[in-house]
């Protein structure tokens, strides 16, 4: 490794480190952002999404302890019976992020359910990450017995109780809010968007690793079992994009009812940018779409969610390859100066003031709408070595060092070609700083990608 890339590492590492917050004199979380020189909002919280980064260089370092611990105080933040209180989070929800409050001369878990988030948001993402992460300790401690224990297991059937249990929709993806993920700003994503479901695919998968054989796990374990079938079919079907498939779109027949229907969500060609498209994507890649609906395909591309299509093997070996092709053929569009873009291409004027309620901190090409987040470098190097394209992630990873640390480690960057720093970006942003970490580690040790990625 080059002296450069060794000092970015050690400076990185010293920086996770003073981002760690304590509870009862234990290590439980670290801070989204150490950034002194912006007022903080909640950036002085633990997000339990992007704890998730840090905790993997954590399980990685040998240092799951804090993990753990992470991991048993979060779930007594759970709701754990039915709330008929409506400002109450229901059962089995678990925070965005939490806080540590003082009262009556006692440390306690302030936690945000969407209660106070702005825009009032509930996070769907947060009980996936946790169950991912429980999975990943259990398989970086080799030991199932801490997943076993018995409010662990509730845990689980609690936050799968959310998902498959009542609700209003008829299809095998989950029905979620806007800015219920990652993206928590409206964006477009009410419904059934991408990074939410190849999330809920992976806990699936997860659970059933996870979930013990007793009794009170029978009835959820059965419905884990027969929502994956269905749901990997509708997802490498209905929402995968390539040459063939626009060609097929192009031409659906619409207003058809009845269980025949081909054209199941009734799509309106007009309503797809085609031309855009057959010019944009290379005849060797292909994606899975955005978001899925009624009258709706959002076309754009999330790369939170195609990235985890193929960590979790959502995707199947030639569509992960073809979502790779694509990075690899658009480079400039989705990595250009900083891995990378969250979404391509940005919503812009009419669109972007009606799907972001005009949004000055999503206007185009800015953070969430078209920004570049370098926390997804992991997922990247996750992606690409898994499907052995390890050059894409060592290419993607020398791009990000030329500037995260003289940029002290932005949240995200701006701009068509993520060369900006990005408007309101926090710095030491402790996700970027993890991200890059845990990119760095899963290229230099392959083998602790099994904490992360699942077989076909
Ligand atoms: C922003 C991001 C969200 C993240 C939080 C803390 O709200 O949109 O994904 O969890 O900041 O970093």
């Known amino acids: 490794m080059s002296e450069r890339s060794l000092a970015i590492e050690e400076q990185a590492w010293e920086t996770l480190e003073k981002s760690m917050i304590y509870y009862h004199e234990k290590p439980i979380g670290t801070i989204a952002a150490l950034d002194p020189g912006i007022d903080a909002a909640n950036y002085d919280q633990c997000f339990i999404r992007d704890f998730v980064s840090s905790a993997l260089v954590f ?44 009262a009556n001369g006692q440390e306690y878990l302030k936690a945000d359910f969407g209660d106070h988030a702005i825009g009032r948001v509930a996070p769907a993402d947060a009980g996936l990450w946790w169950i991912i992460l429980l999975r990943a300790y259990t398989i970086s401690t080799e030991s199932k017995e801490f997943a076993s224990r018995g409010d662990l297991q509730e845990g689980i059937r609690l936050i799968l109780e959310l998902c498959l249990v009542t609700r209003f929709d008829m299809y095998p993806m989950v029905l979620v809010p806007d800015g219920a993920s990652m993206i928590d700003r409206r964006l477009g994503l009410y419904g059934h968007p991408l990074d939410i479901q190849s999330l809920f695919y992976a806990v699936l998968k997860a659970s059933l690793e996870l979930l013990t054989p007793i009794k009170e796990n029978q ?3 059965q419905a884990v079992r027969n929502r994956l079938d269905p749901l990997i079919k509708q997802l490498r079907e209905n929402y995968w994009l390539d040459a063939e498939r626009l060609n097929v779109i192009y031409r659906f027949q619409v207003e058809e009812y009845g269980e025949e229907a081909l054209n199941q969500f009734n799509i309106y060609s007009d309503s797809i940018p085609f031309y855009r498209l057959a010019k944009w994507l290379p005849e060797a890649g292909g994606y899975l779409a955005g978001n899925l609906g009624p009258s709706q395909l959002d076309c754009r591309f999330f790369s939170l969610g195609n990235l985890m299509a193929i960590v979790s093997s959502l995707a199947n070996e030639q569509q992960s390859h073809r979502i790779l092709n694509l990075i690899e053929l658009r480079w400039s569009d989705l990595i250009g100066e900083m891995p990378m873009k969250l979404c391509y291409p940005a919503l812009e004027d009419v669109e972007w003031r009606i799907v972001t309620g005009a949004d000055p901190k999503n206007r185009p090409w800015s953070y969430h709408n078209g920004g570049s987040w370098p926390v997804l470098l992991w997922m990247l190097t996750a992606a690409a070595k898994k499907m052995d394209r390890g050059e894409l992630a060592h290419h993607a990873i020398a791009i990000a060092e030329r500037r995260l640390l003289e940029d002290h480690w932005p949240e995200y960057y701006d701009g068509p070609d993520g060369r900006l720093i990005g408007k309101e970006a926090r710095k030491y942003q402790t996700w970027t700083i993890a991200g890059y970490l845990l990119a760095k580690e899963l290229i230099a040790n392959p083998s602790h990608l099994k904490l992360i990625t699942f077989d076909a």
């Open 59 to 102: 399980l990685i370092k040998g240092k799951a302890d804090i993990v753990r611990f992470f991991l048993e105080e979060t779930l007594k933040l759970q709701p754990k019976t039915t709330q008929l209180d409506c400002l109450k989070p229901s059962r089995g929800l678990m925070p965005a992020s939490f806080k540590i409050g003082f």
């Open 219 to 221: 009835a959820i374990i």
